[in-house]
T-cell receptor
Framework: SQQGEEDPQALSIQEGENATMNCSYKTSINNLQWYRQNSGRGLVHLIL?????REKHSGRLRVTLDTSKKSSSLLITASRAADTASYFCATDEPRTYKYIFGTGTRLKVLA | DAGVIQSPRHEVTEMGQEVTLRCKPISGHDYLFWYRQTMMRGLELLIY????????DSGMPEDRFSAKMPNASFSTLKIQPSEPRDSAVYFC?????????????FGEGSWLTVV
């Protein structure tokens, strides 16, 4: 299975701290995306990084991709209570548009 | 745009009953996905369509599940007969595809409880 595995499964930090979560996957990819899910809601796209990119920034988000290790990390800087959510990585199987989501990291930011 | 619209938002049904979940994708999107989310198995891709044609249904758990997309603005996921283990949140999502970006837009989900 292509499914990504995020770690840690759960993370609890204080407001203002940085949060880092990791994703590992199994086969080659075209790109990797990160999504956020608030409790009881659908997933919302955060950022996409292509297989030929190593790092990407968007606001307080920083994503890295290491295709040799088949892993990615999502860093949220200066976290806020509103960042409390689950975060998922999603990868696409080559030559398809089949996006498989990882197991997710539950982030809790304490005010 | 109103986003991906799913109905019903919540459904409680008895084992053995037929369940039909509905989805209206974002206008113009080429791809439509059905995912199922449970605590035990996470987010599973059940089936996806491209231009109304099913491309990959390898994630459909068994013959009790079927999905259709009769036109570009409507899709259904049907479970017949339903079983308690089908209880989950079912998400519909749509996308333009790689040519116009890869972002997948999710609906708010249909929360299904089979008792």
């Amino acid at each position: 299975s292509q499914q990504g595995e995020e770690d840690p499964q759960a993370l609890s930090i204080q407001e203002g701290e940085n949060a880092t979560m990791n994703c590992s996957y199994k086969t080659s990819i075209n790109n990797l995306q990160w999504y956020r899910q608030n409790s009881g809601r659908g997933l919302v796209h955060l950022i996409l990084i292509r297989s030929n990119e190593r790092e990407k920034h968007s606001g307080r988000l920083r994503v890295t991709l290491d295709t040799s290790k088949k892993s990615s990390s999502l860093l949220i800087t200066a976290s806020r209570a509103a960042d409390t959510a689950s975060y998922f990585c999603a990868t696409d199987e080559p030559r398809t548009y089949k996006y498989i989501f990882g197991t997710g990291t539950r982030l809790k930011v304490l005010a | 745009d109103a986003g991906v619209i799913q109905s019903p938002r919540h459904e409680v049904t008895e084992m053995g009953q037929e369940v039909t979940l509905r989805c209206k994708p974002i206008s113009g999107h080429d791809y439509l996905f059905w995912y199922r989310q449970t605590m035990m198995r996470g987010l599973e891709l059940l089936i996806y369509f491209n231009n109304n044609v099913p491309i990959d249904d390898s994630g459909m758990p068994e013959d009790r599940f079927s999905a259709k997309m009769p036109n570009a603005s409507f899709s259904t996921l049907k479970i017949q007969p339903s079983e308690p283990r089908d209880s989950a949140v079912y998400f519909c999502a749509s996308s333009f595809g790689r040519a116009r970006g890869n972002t997948i837009y999710f609906g708010e989900g249909s929360w299904l409880t089979v008792v």
